[in-house]
């Protein structure tokens, strides 16, 4: 693999965890722009970090047990409105 290559994924993969991360600093925000209690908008960074958790359990291992060309078709057109 070339070393641009690596980089490159690398580089998708800090983007995609820091999305995880995003909401922390403006939790107060939220809750104040949407009238909730702060105990209320703490379930966004829970529920964002369950969702990531169970795709790592749930999609990760059919990367291992489908070809990957045809299991990145579905997921794209599972994702599409």
Excluded at 31 to 56: D, N
């Amino acid at each position: 693999m070339k070393p641009q290559t690596s980089w490159l994924m690398a580089l998708i993969c800090a983007f995609a965890v820091a999305n995880l991360y995003y909401n922390q600093p403006i939790l107060a925000m939220i809750a104040q722009s949407f009238h909730v209690s702060a105990a209320e908008v703490g379930w966004i960074p829970t529920l964002t970090q369950l969702g990531y958790a169970s795709g790592l359990l749930l999609f990760v291992p059919l990367g291992d047990q489908v070809e990957q060309r045809r299991l990145i078709v579905i997921h794209a057109f599972w994702l599409l409105p």
